[in-house]
């Protein structure tokens, strides 16, 4: 059964637009409504271009939503400035694809490690070393790794990298944002069992952002299906498999078992292409794909409604 813990991390009614050409809007995220809970792992899973990334950067205090407000730990922190943005991004961090690739090749791992760490004052130059050991075997890397530079390393070993720089400052909230995309899969096994480790060890709480479901499913508490902008499914992620009631969560979740399909190319299941977010229909974001659209689907847009305890739907078949 699902059970919540406390909310940590929270999206309302989240927007987020784009100026597009020709004077048009690119709606990214619509109305999305998210909470992480302390402790656990929230999985984001949807095609490429559902607005995960920008999700996560919003969660992140990396942007800003257009409407909508971001909370963390019940305090409303979307318009924050300064200061006081620095000091609850500290409690917010995020991994990407491949954060140590991100870095001058002239950095050694241990400036990288320990940069979060001088910035906020928490250690001296003196102490980099001691820290950035310290940080390495937290990550399961040896400690004289602290003198290498990062494109000596093994994809799997520079990952660890990033999750040890963003781990650095202590945060509540780690945002993986394809973190393990690039990976083969058994380094992907070895970097999701890691986190799931730290996650033990330090009751982190993490949004694991992927486009593989099947990935997702195997570390999230609770999985958001995204479709168009739109949270579609929210579901416990040992039911995804055999619970999923979203016609559009269906159809990954068939694929997974029928194709091992690549799910940053767009579904092959369901014949005509997906809308753009540049002209969002009214209703149902999915109704031109979906082989159950009604004439309500096409008027009203379903919102997300409980269904059992974790598990909500956005579908008028579920009315
Ligand atoms: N800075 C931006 N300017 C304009 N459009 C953007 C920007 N960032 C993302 N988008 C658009 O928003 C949509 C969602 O993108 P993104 O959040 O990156 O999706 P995902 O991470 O699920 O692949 C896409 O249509 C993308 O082209
Ligand atoms: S609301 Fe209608 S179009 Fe949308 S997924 Fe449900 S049945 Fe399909
Ligand atoms: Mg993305």
């Given at each position: 059964m699902f059970r919540k813990a406390d909310p940590i991390l929270e999206a309302k009614n989240v927007s987020r637009v784009f100026p597009a050409s020709g004077g048009?809007?690119?709606?990214?995220?619509?109305?999305?409504?998210?909470?992480?809970?302390?402790?656990?792992?929230?999985?984001?899973?949807?095609?490429?271009?559902?607005?995960?990334?920008?999700?996560?950067?919003?969660?992140?205090?990396?942007?800003?939503?257009?409407?909508?407000?971001?909370?963390?730990?019940?305090?409303?922190?979307?318009?924050?400035r300064g200061e006081a943005l620095r000091q609850t991004r500290r409690h917010i961090q995020m991994v990407f694809q491949d954060p140590a690739a991100a870095f001058s090749p002239k950095m050694k791992v241990k400036d990288i490690l320990?940069?979060?760490?001088?910035?906020?004052?928490?250690?001296?130059?003196?102490?980099?070393?001691?820290?950035?050991?310290?940080?390495?075997?937290?990550?399961?890397?040896?400690?004289?790794?602290?003198?290498?530079?990062?494109?000596?390393?093994?994809?799997?070993?520079?990952?660890?990298?990033?999750?040890?720089?963003?781990?650095?400052?202590?945060?509540?909230?780690?945002?993986?944002?394809?973190?393990?995309?690039?990976?083969?899969?058994?380094?992907?096994?070895?970097?999701?069992?890691?986190?799931?480790?730290?996650?033990?060890?330090?009751?982190?709480?993490?949004a694991f952002i992927c486009h593989d479901v099947s990935l997702v499913r195997s570390m999230s508490h609770q999985i958001a299906i995204m479709y168009l902008g739109h949270v579609v499914e929210l579901i416990p992620g040992k039911l995804v498999g055999k619970c999923a009631m979203h016609p559009y969560t269906q159809v990954l979740i068939n694929a997974i078992f029928s194709l091992n399909m690549d799910f940053s190319k767009p579904i092959q299941s369901v014949d005509s292409d997906a809308p753009s977010p540049l002209d969002l229909p009214a209703g149902c974001p999915f109704q031109n794909r979906c082989g159950h659209c009604m004439k309500i689907c096409r008027e009203t847009k379903p919102v997300l409604r409980e269904t059992a305890p974790g598990h909500q739907i956005a579908c008028h078949l579920y009315r």
């Amino acid at each position: 059964m699902f059970r919540k813990a406390d909310p940590i991390l929270e999206a309302k009614n989240v927007s987020r637009v784009f100026p597009a050409s020709g004077g048009r809007r690119l709606y990214a995220n619509s109305d999305v409504n998210l909470t992480l809970y302390r402790g656990r792992t929230l999985g984001i899973a949807g095609e490429s271009g559902c607005g995960k990334s920008t999700m996560a950067r919003m969660l992140a205090q990396l942007d800003k939503p257009t409407k909508g407000e971001i909370r963390f730990k019940g305090k409303d922190i979307t318009h924050l400035r300064g200061e006081a943005l620095r000091q609850t991004r500290r409690h917010i961090q995020m991994v990407f694809q491949d954060p140590a690739a991100a870095f001058s090749p002239k950095m050694k791992v241990k400036d990288i490690l320990c940069e979060p760490l001088l910035n906020f004052g928490i250690i001296s130059k003196k102490e980099t070393e001691a820290a950035a050991v310290r940080l390495l075997e937290m990550v399961e890397l040896p400690g004289d790794f602290s003198h290498r530079y990062a494109h000596s390393m093994s994809g799997g070993q520079r990952q660890r990298v990033g999750i040890a720089r963003a781990l650095a400052l202590e945060p509540e909230i780690l945002i993986c944002d394809e973190a393990t995309s690039a990976l083969d899969v058994s380094v992907q096994r070895n970097i999701i069992d890691l986190l799931v480790k730290l996650q033990q060890e330090r009751n982190l709480t993490i949004a694991f952002i992927c486009h593989d479901v099947s990935l997702v499913r195997s570390m999230s508490h609770q999985i958001a299906i995204m479709y168009l902008g739109h949270v579609v499914e929210l579901i416990p992620g040992k039911l995804v498999g055999k619970c999923a009631m979203h016609p559009y969560t269906q159809v990954l979740i068939n694929a997974i078992f029928s194709l091992n399909m690549d799910f940053s190319k767009p579904i092959q299941s369901v014949d005509s292409d997906a809308p753009s977010p540049l002209d969002l229909p009214a209703g149902c974001p999915f109704q031109n794909r979906c082989g159950h659209c009604m004439k309500i689907c096409r008027e009203t847009k379903p919102v997300l409604r409980e269904t059992a305890p974790g598990h909500q739907i956005a579908c008028h078949l579920y009315r």
